[in-house]
């Protein structure tokens, strides 16, 4: 669902209009873009001599960058949404979680039996102790950073093609900056799949009898539920990870269909193996396996495959999308070194440079994906070794 505002002009003050641009002006080049596209031939004249002849090219960009931002927006069905969620951060500087670190230990204070991540009995008239805000780098160290690009175009080609213009430079920009929201993301994951967090391997019980998987196994349902055990066996700072709200499975593209399959056909007595004498789809029935959520990235290497809960559905922050306050969504700006009339007077842009009748748009956006916690991910090569 697309975000609402109360200032549809400012975005509540998300975008800040440069010189030259007014709402009364954007509202005007709306409606001439929006008849230009429905087939208007005199609106489409107007809009042209509009570009060429008066400062419409800067109200163009704002109003492209209006509507970049409203699909920007809504990123609740964008793949990267469903493992990560979004930091705001003030600089560029490396970005740090902070934590609290007590300054106690397990009894005196406490009581007997209780766990030292808990607030500590008070005593009458005995005194609180200290628990520290501490800085905790991520795992990937670095800050956000700063992507972008321009692009040009000529006098001749607009005029040539203006609907076609207008109709790609914002889906066009759109898509890059989602795509790059996207890289972000998944690289950050996939950067922090290493020895330490990879799926070892073991015995799986079943009842009486047990299977073992291999050591970075192929994608299976066995080798799906090792690596669940595997999470649920490590610690982060002494305590046991618990997930809840279910799981992400992310594997290369391509390969959604014949996993799906896997996830949803229990066959064999005991519900978990394959064997020769058929298969039966799961409906309304246990199938421990019915909790992933299938997740394709072009990203992702043939045979990889990572396993992390949904975000928000863990105690930390395991993957972040990071945002630079005040420049949160992208940015274009609109530039032409068109010189000026003879006798003066400044030449708008959609005229061309002095020196060849070109243009450029500039888009600038901040984004930095950074894995917090890659203890809470289990990850396969998928070799079996």
């Keep these: 669902m697309a975000k609402e505002y109360v200032n ?3 975005l509540d003050g998300r975008l800040k209009p440069p010189v030259g641009v007014t709402e ?3 509202e005007a080049l709306r409606d001439l873009v929006d008849e230009t596209m429905s087939g208007s031939r005199a609106a489409k004249g107007t809009l042209e001599e509009a570009m060429v002849s008066t400062d419409a090219v800067f109200n163009l960009a704002y109003l492209t960058e209006l509507n970049v931002l409203g699909d920007f927006d809504d990123f609740e069905n964008r793949n990267w949404s469903k493992i ?3 930091r705001p951060v003030s600089d560029f500087r490396n970005v740090t979680l902070y934590s609290l670190r007590p300054d106690w230990s397990a009894g005196g204070t406490l009581g007997a039996g209780e766990p030292v991540f808990v607030a500590p009995r008070i005593p009458e008239g005995a005194n609180y102790p200290y628990a ?3 800085q905790e780098t991520n795992q990937q160290v670095g800050g956000i950073v700063k992507r972008g690009f321009k692009t040009g175009f000529t006098f001749e080609s607009f005029i040539n093609d203006a609907v076609g213009f207008l109709q790609a430079l914002p889906e066009s920009m759109r898509m890059i900056s989602e795509d790059t929201d996207e890289y972000e993301v998944f690289s950050a994951l996939i950067a922090g799949g290493d020895a330490t967090n990879d799926l070892v391997g073991g015995p799986i019980p079943y009842g009486e009898t047990t299977a073992t998987v291999l050591p970075n196994a192929p994608i299976s349902r066995n080798a799906l539920i090792r690596a669940m055990i595997e999470l649920s066996e490590r610690t982060i700072n002494d305590r046991k990870i618990v997930v809840s709200g279910g799981w992400s499975l992310v594997i290369p593209a391509g390969q959604r269909m014949w996993v799906e399959y896997l996830l949803n056909v229990v066959s064999g007595p005991n519900g978990f193996d394959r064997p020769s ?8 029935g246990y199938n421990p396996l019915a909790g992933i959520e299938l997740i394709e990235s072009e990203f992702v290497g043939t045979g990889d495959w990572y396993l992390l809960p949904k975000s928000n559905q863990a105690r930390r922050p395991v993957l972040e ?5 005040g420049h949160d969504v992208p940015e274009l700006r609109v530039q032409g070194n068109t010189g ?3 006798g003066g007077g400044n030449i708008d842009p959609f005229e061309g440079s002095f020196d060849n009748d070109s243009a450029d748009f500039r888009l600038r956006m901040f984004t930095k994906g950074i894995l917090w916690t890659k203890q809470l991910v289990v990850w396969s090569n998928g070799t079996g070794s």
């Design 132 to 134: 520290y805000l501490e």
């Design 24 to 26: 009364e002006k954007v």
């Design 321 to 325: 999308l990071l945002r630079l306050v």
């Design 84 to 86: 990560a969620t979004t």
């Design 277 to 284: 004498d058929g298969a039966q789809f799961t409906i309304n």
């Design 340 to 342: 000026t009339y003879v």
């Design 8 to 10: 549809e002009f400012t």
